[in-house]
């Protein structure tokens, strides 16, 4: 019984022992499972810490974006607001300069009206540049207006043939209802009772309370009546219309160079280039000059007027299309005048002719062929600097005073040179005495011959 009681409590020790064993082995298990788990929680805490941190980077970089685009737009904004204040500034200032220049030349033109205004009052009255006569001694000079003095009818009026003073004179008579045919009347007063030229019409007086005017008489005409031979009359030689080229350019520079303005003819043409008994030309009908700018004198600056004014086929085509005028435009007119001078042809598309012939190799053929002995290589220089005159754009037509003259003139020397020697040898048939040519017109068959657009027809027996 001891001994079982003895071998009983052995396996009670061991079974406590085991227990205590087994609680122990478990409590090292539990407090491992503790630390692993504490161990797996803290990687995943740090791994969570991880994907919050770069997600908080990821959203401060795309809020530092979003600021920097928010800036650059800003900025861009902020610019755009600045270049609109300063286009509105700078318009603002741009009208209030515009509307200043509007009130200026308001003034200006007021200014001019009423100086011009006082300036004819004055002309009227007490102007001692021409000779004024009444109404009576033009009545009496042509005997009441008479149909058979009559010698053209112009764009504002008739011209007569009579004699005042014991001097051969046209007398052109404004017509009432001549719509511009005051301001002309009183421009060409302006401009002939100021300038003095010797190939420039001469304005003997006028009567201004009835628009009339008095000119020297130009006893053979208009240079267009003479190169078309109208009413028969003889043919210019070649030497005689070199040198009338050459005075119409020295008047027309005479003209330009006008102090303290350019006077632009506006109408050069060649029935406004009338010729004397002894065949020196001269410019006439004025009346639609301008005076412009001095800075028209340059070939830059140009003057805009409201209206062009000319006559067809003469008109400078920039000034007709856009209504700009300088001294270039009579430019243009004088080239197609100088094709004219040599080939005796109406002006319709002359430069196109000319030019054309010039390319093929006939332009001999383009010359006037009532003249026999042409000097063609001078004549070819001519119509060249004629066709540059006649460029259809102003900045392509050279200076009238460094390039045109000059030619014009050598021209003209080469002409009296040739004509001298002509005469020496004692044979005049190709080179006509200028006073031979001019009793010629005066005897000649023809009834009637025109002088000019406002001044024509006088008849060929009343040769001053």
């Known amino acids: 019984m001891d001994e079982f009681y003895a071998i009983g409590g052995n396996i009670q020790e061991d079974v406590e022992s085991e227990m205590r064993r087994l609680k122990l082995e478990l409590k090292q298990t539990m407090e491992m499972y503790s630390t692993g788990k504490e161990a797996l929680t803290a990687k995943q805490t740090a791994r969570e810490l991880?994907?919050?941190?770069?997600?908080?980077?990821?959203?401060?970089?795309?809020?530092?974006?979003?600021?920097?685009?928010?800036?650059?737009?800003?900025e861009k904004e902020k610019a755009k607001s600045k270049a609109a204040m300063e286009a509105a500034e700078a318009a603002q200032r741009i009208a209030e300069i515009e509307s200043q220049k509007r009130v200026n030349a308001e003034m200006k033109a007021f200014k001019e009206s009423v100086e011009k205004k006082k300036a004819l009052d004055a002309l009227a009255h007490s102007d001692y540049r021409y000779r004024k006569y009444t109404i009576e001694e033009i009545e009496a000079a042509t005997e009441f207006f008479s149909e058979v003095l009559k010698i053209g009818e112009g764009g504002y009026g008739p011209v007569?043939?009579?004699?005042?003073?014991?001097?051969?004179?046209?007398?052109?008579?404004?017509?009432?209802?001549?719509?511009?045919?005051?301001?002309?009347?009183?421009?060409?007063?302006?401009?002939?009772?100021?300038?003095?030229?010797?190939?420039?019409?001469?304005?003997?007086?006028?009567?201004?309370?009835?628009?009339?005017?008095?000119?020297?008489?130009?006893?053979n005409g208009s240079l267009e009546d003479r190169l078309f031979r109208r009413g028969n009359t003889p043919t210019l030689s070649w030497q005689l219309r070199f040198r009338i080229a050459a005075e119409i350019g020295t008047a027309l520079l005479f003209l330009h160079q006008t102090k303290p303005e350019p006077i632009v003819h506006r109408d050069l043409k060649s029935a406004n280039i009338l010729l004397d008994r002894n065949f020196v030309s001269k410019i006439s009908d004025v009346g639609l000059a301008r005076l412009v700018p001095p800075s028209v004198a340059d070939n830059v600056t140009q003057y805009r007027m409201t209206s062009t004014a000319g006559t067809f086929c003469y008109i400078d085509p920039e000034y007709q299309q856009t209504g700009m005028l300088g001294v270039k435009s009579d430019v243009y007119s004088l080239g197609i005048m100088l094709l004219q001078i040599i080939t005796a042809k109406p002006p319709m598309g002359l430069t196109q002719h000319v030019q054309r012939a010039i390319e093929k190799g006939t332009f001999a053929q383009m010359l006037d062929p009532s003249i026999d002995d042409w000097p063609v290589q001078e004549a070819l220089s001519f119509a060249k600097i004629a066709l540059n005159c006649a460029e259809l754009r102003r900045k392509d037509r050279p200076d009238l005073g460094k390039v045109v003259l000059p030619e014009l003139n050598r021209l003209q020397?080469?002409?009296?040179e040739t004509m001298h020697l002509t005469w020496e040898a004692g044979s005049p048939g190709h080179s006509p005495n200028y006073s031979q040519v001019s009793l010629q017109l005066e005897h000649s068959s023809c009834p009637n011959f025109l002088h000019s657009d406002e001044y024509s027809r006088s008849p060929p027996n009343e040769n001053p």
Not at 59 to 73: C, P, Q, V
Not at 165 to 187: C, E, M, N, W
């Open 50 to 74: 991880q994907l919050w941190k770069l997600e908080e980077e990821r959203r401060l970089e795309e809020a530092r974006l979003a600021e920097e685009a928010a800036l650059a737009i800003a």
């Open 413 to 416: 020397l080469l002409a009296e």
């Open 160 to 219: 007569y043939k009579a004699r005042l003073d014991h001097t051969p004179v046209a007398i052109k008579v404004l017509r009432p209802d001549a719509a511009q045919g005051r301001s002309q009347f009183q421009q060409e007063v302006e401009v002939l009772s100021c300038i003095r030229h010797p190939n420039m019409v001469l304005l003997l007086g006028a009567c201004p309370e009835y628009g009339c005017l008095v000119y020297e008489f130009m006893s």
